[in-house]
């Protein structure tokens, strides 16, 4: 094997707190090979970004520093490299992309400026020449009309035209390695898997080095050569993805795969097909809604159809999905059916009664259904702790009489397995995922009917996520909970509902037991979607027939 | 261009807003207590020549009668007459109108060329000696009223080193901008402060933004990063807060123009309320509000020019 492109050894990152030094990145050791794409896979806070980061000496806080090891760009030491000489290699060398192109890019700059910005001062090419250089960077990303869109500014474009134009703005002055630090986590699956295959296609076209950073292992299984894994600053397993895929040497590996909620085949153990009374009357009955927003200034008054005529049962005990793109009105439904926004017309009866019909039916709709919210920290009262926060719900319900209220919050965190000790904590005190079963505690306080969960496992890293699907799986059989289910991920909502809607436009396009919709897809959308779904098997290719899928992606985009 | 399209008819807009206004100053000018005839004749006045004052002046009518006239008169662009200076009131503003509209013009660049590197330096060395030492000098600059600055500088600048002079307004341009420059450097020492610390605690915010790592991950130097990413992301908010501060600024001036002896609109307020000159008082308040309302307007429109993505 030739020398590597770059060579990290024992690369070591220490935070400088009040309370001592500690280790974030401890003797880190990974090649990167010239043309090849290394998967950098790991919950938040096992370092992956960081490292990145420390390659190009930007270290997020000024208390953090590089305390040991070596960074070696083609044989040149980059951890004591002058300031100048890593002006040099960031951009000109490393490129880097982000997660969040939309924080990322600069609001206020237009998009080809900001390409143009890193081929002025590297190349030093006077201000015609950066701009056809970068007119000609927009092109090979996908810009369609370069030379116009090249004085857009990024508020302009979708989420993924804007993660184009970073990646435009990355290769513009034609590094030798791209980082890209969870490119496609904020974007839609269609979407996630053009900007795949556009990485893709530019590794192929320019030689370049890719380090990945994701949590999908469908994605690194998709688009690597090599996976390393990483786990509280250290790698844990590096190797060829097949082999490390197949057989995971270590223990955290393997709990990541189990985790990966990937799309099974038809040998899926069915769920527990639960036996609808003859008559029953569902608990949610919507019927040819339409919510309308007005939008546009005093004078030009138009309206957009975020919900375009959707009717749909949910009997007792059924667990919904609903799954579609951003922009889909899968939220807008959800929040039409708890009364949160006004319906333009159409009805919707939450167990036989119409909540569009006064204030009364409202109240008692409120009081029977409960929602779990997509970031889980956010939905909790930073000032309360757990207990305060359930007793509170508790209280309010009058369902209970008061002396019982501290046992029932007891009850309350055993069903959705926190310890009792949680009562006297707060949310700041506490993970991601233990908010977001404190939040589905208190969706349960309340002793509902109907739980709406937006988007609540969305936030969580992938081993958190199979722990909270299990725990709803585990409620809604024992509980026999109603629930529906919002979701973009695919995989998540095929694990855990029976039955699955899929929105596009504001309309159902598609409907029926999660088995069939995903297996056998009648409708094109749906067929695209899950096509797009990166599979965890390296061999079966993303989106093989591209056609269908873009020309849904294309429409989605614009 | 169409983010532009509200200058054409944001003004509109203005006509129940300045209707608004003329009601108000209306109604509160004639709150003030006394009797403006009787101030205009003096003490040892008879009567009937304040009644005859009254009359004349059209004070013996109802209020809403007056307040009809009061329309009417400024339709016709008159504002009454002033009873102290027996000219139209209007015309009487315009003679005062130009060394305010200076001063506060000269305040707000002298601001702007204080608050914006004073900023910059503060943001760029976060916690350490440059950027304590400006947190104390600005604390100063808040907490030292404008009247005795205006003195101490008026002893340094004019008395003991003899730069500047000490009061009044000349007439070539020089002239008057020498003679402004100390009541303007007394109203941007407060100003400034102000408008320095709301950019700081912006710039430092996007020092840290993504943006700023994206720039620096391209390659960018701090300068670079610093000048073309971080500044103008932090000028938006700055720039309502001195909208805001520029409308307190013009009510402002009124003690700045005392201690300078400016013969501006401040000056003729303080003199118009002494003596109760009814129309000059109600006159002087319409144009500081319909100088705040402008200066709102012109803050929305730099807004719009600094960040593309707001659509008013």
């Given at each position: 094997?030739s020398?590597?492109?770059l060579a990290?050894t024992?690369l070591?990152?220490v ?7 500690r ?19 790991g ?9 990145c980061?420390?390659l190009?000496?930007l270290?997020?806080?000024s208390r953090?520093r590089?305390?040991g090891?070596?960074?070696k ?32 890019l600069?609001?206020?700059m ?6 143009a910005e890193g ?6 090419l006077d201000?015609r ?6 007119t ?10 370069p ?8 508020h ?14 990355a290769?513009?002055?034609d ?28 590794r192929a ?7 990945l ?9 998709q688009?690597?050569d090599?996976?390393a894994?990483?786990?509280h ?11 490390l895929?197949?057989?995971p040497?270590?223990?955290y ?7 990966h909620?990937?799309l099974?085949?038809e040998?899926?153990?069915p ?18 809604l339409h919510?309308?927003f ?12 975020a ?5 749909l ?24 059916v708890?009364g ?5 017309s159409g009805a919707?009866?939450f ?11 409202l109240?008692?709709l ?6 779990v919210?997509?970031?889980p920290?956010n939905?909790l ?5 757990i ?7 508790l209280?309010?319900?009058?369902k209970?009489e ?6 029932r ?5 055993d069903l ?5 000790e ?8 506490m ?26 496992v ?6 958190i ?6 725990l709803?799986?585990?409620?809604a059989?024992?509980m ?5 289910f919002?979701?973009?991920d ?9 039955r699955v809607?899929v929105?596009?436009r ?17 409708h094109?959308y749906?067929a695209?979607?899950?096509a797009a779904?990166p ?15 873009t ?5 989605a985009?614009? | 261009?169409?983010?532009y ?6 003004p ?7 209707f ?19 101030v ?8 009937e ?5 009254r009359?004349?002046y ?7 009668v007056?307040?009809?006239y009061?329309?009417?008169n ?8 002033s ?5 139209d009131v209007l015309?009487l503003?315009l003679?005062r109108?130009?060394?305010?509209l ?28 440059a950027?304590q030492a400006i947190?104390?000098i ?11 600055l205006?003195?101490?500088?008026i002893i ?8 500047f002079?000490?009061?009044g307004?000349g ?8 003679h ?9 020492l407060?100003?400034?402060t102000?408008l320095a610390r709301?950019?700081?605690a ?9 943006v ?12 670079i ?14 720039v ?7 409308g ?9 123009e005392?201690?300078?002896?400016l ?6 307020l ?7 000159d009814?129309m ?7 144009v ?8 709102n ?11 593309p993505?707001?659509?008013?």
């Open positions: 094997m020398a590597p492109l990290i024992d070591t990152v935070h400088d707190g009040d309370a001592g030094t280790a974030l990145l401890d003797a880190v050791s990974l090649d990167l090979a010239q043309g090849e794409v290394l998967g950098l896979v919950e938040s806070g096992s370092g992956k970004s960081l490292l980061r420390s190009v000496r270290l997020p806080s953090l590089i305390a090891g070596s960074v760009l083609a044989g040149h030491e980059l951890t004591d490299a002058p300031e100048s000489v890593m002006l040099k290699v960031r951009g000109g060398e490393i490129g880097m992309i982000f997660q969040n192109p939309t924080s990322h600069d609001p206020v237009r998009i080809g400026d900001q390409v081929i002025r001062f590297h190349q030093g201000a020449a950066a701009r056809a250089a970068a000609d960077v927009l092109a090979q990303v996908g810009f369609s009309d030379a116009r869109q090249y004085d857009s500014y990024p302009e474009f979708s989420g993924g035209m804007r993660q184009r134009a970073m990646i435009a703005a290769l513009s002055c590094p030798k390695i791209l980082i890209a630090d969870e490119p496609t986590t904020a974007l839609d699956v269609t979407i996630q898997a053009q900007i795949l295959r556009l990485l893709m296609d530019i076209k320019r030689g370049l080095s890719v380090i950073i994701t949590h999908d292992l469908g994605i690194v299984a688009v690597c090599r996976i894994v990483m786990r600053g250290r790698v844990v397993e590096v190797g060829e993805k097949r082999g895929l197949a057989a040497s270590h223990a590996t393997r709990s990541l795969i189990a985790s909620p990937s099974p085949e040998e899926a153990a769920k527990a097909e639960k036996l609808q009374m003859p008559g029953a009357v569902p608990v949610v009955d919507i019927e040819k919510v309308r007005a939008s546009g200034g005093l004078f030009k008054r138009s309206s957009v159809n919900v375009d005529g959707v009717t049962r949910v009997m007792p005990g059924e667990t919904v999905g609903i799954v579609g793109e951003s922009g889909s009105g899968k939220s807008t439904l959800a929040r039409a708890l949160l926004t006004p319906v333009s919707i009866r167990d036989g009664n119409d909540i569009t019909s006064g204030r009364a039916a109240a008692t409120r009081r029977e259904t409960a929602m919210f997509q970031d920290f939905a009262n930073p000032r309360m702790t207990g305060q926060m359930l007793a509170e719900v209280r309010v319900q009058g209970i008061s002396a019982r209220i501290p046992a919050c007891g009850e309350l965190l959705v397995g926190l310890g009792r949680f009562l006297d904590r707060k949310p700041r005190s993970s991601g995922g233990q908010c977001q079963r404190a939040g589905i505690a208190r969706a349960l306080a309340v002793d509902p009917k109907l739980i709406i969960a937006d988007e609540c969305a936030a969580l890293d992938v081993t996520q199979a722990q909270i699907v299990e709803f799986r585990g409620l059989e024992r026999s909970l109603t629930l529906i919002i979701a973009h695919l995989a998540i909502v095929r694990n855990l509902c029976q809607v929105m596009h504001g309309a159902i396009v598609e409907e029926g037991r999660s088995e069939d919709v995903f297996s056998r897809p009648r094109a749906t695209a979607l899950v779904v599979h965890i098997d390296p061999d079966k290719p993303l989106l093989a027939p591209p056609k269908m899928a020309a849904y992606a294309h429409a985009a614009n | 261009m169409h983010r399209k509200f200058v054409l008819y944001r509109l807009q203005f006509l129940p807003v300045l608004g206004i003329s009601i108000i100053t209306f109604i509160l000018v004639r709150l003030i207590p006394g009797d403006p005839a009787r205009l004749l003096g003490t040892r006045a008879t009567p020549a304040i009644a005859r004052i009359e004349q059209g004070l013996d009518e109802p209020f809403l007056q307040y009809l009061f329309l009417r400024l339709a016709d662009g008159e504002m009454g007459r009873i102290l200076y027996k000219i015309k503003i003679t109108i130009e060394p305010t200076m001063l506060v013009l000269c305040s707000v660049v002298l601001s702007v060329l204080i608050a914006v590197p004073v900023a910059a330096v503060a943001a760029r060395n976060q916690g350490r000696f950027d947190r104390v600005s604390t100063f600059g808040i907490g030292f009223p404008p009247f005795w205006g003195l101490m500088l340094l600048f004019s008395v003991k080193l003899d730069i002079p000490v009061s307004y007439n070539t341009l020089p002239e008057k901008l020498t402004l420059f100390l009541p303007s450097l007394t109203i941007s407060s100003l400034s102000v709301s950019l700081r912006a710039m430092v915010e996007a020092l840290r933004s993504d700023a790592t994206a720039a620096r991950a391209r390659g960018m130097p701090e300068s990063v610093f000048w073309r990413h971080v500044l103008p992301n932090s000028l938006v908010p700055t309502n807060l001195l909208a805001v501060n520029i307190w600024l013009i009510g402002g001036t009124v003690v700045v005392t201690v300078f002896a013969p501006g609109m401040g000056q003729l303080v003199r118009a309320i002494f003596s109760r009814y000059v008082v109600q006159g002087v308040a319409m500081f509000a319909c100088a705040t309302v402008l200066i307007f012109l803050a929305d429109i730099a807004t719009v020019a600094l960040d993505r707001v659509k008013l």
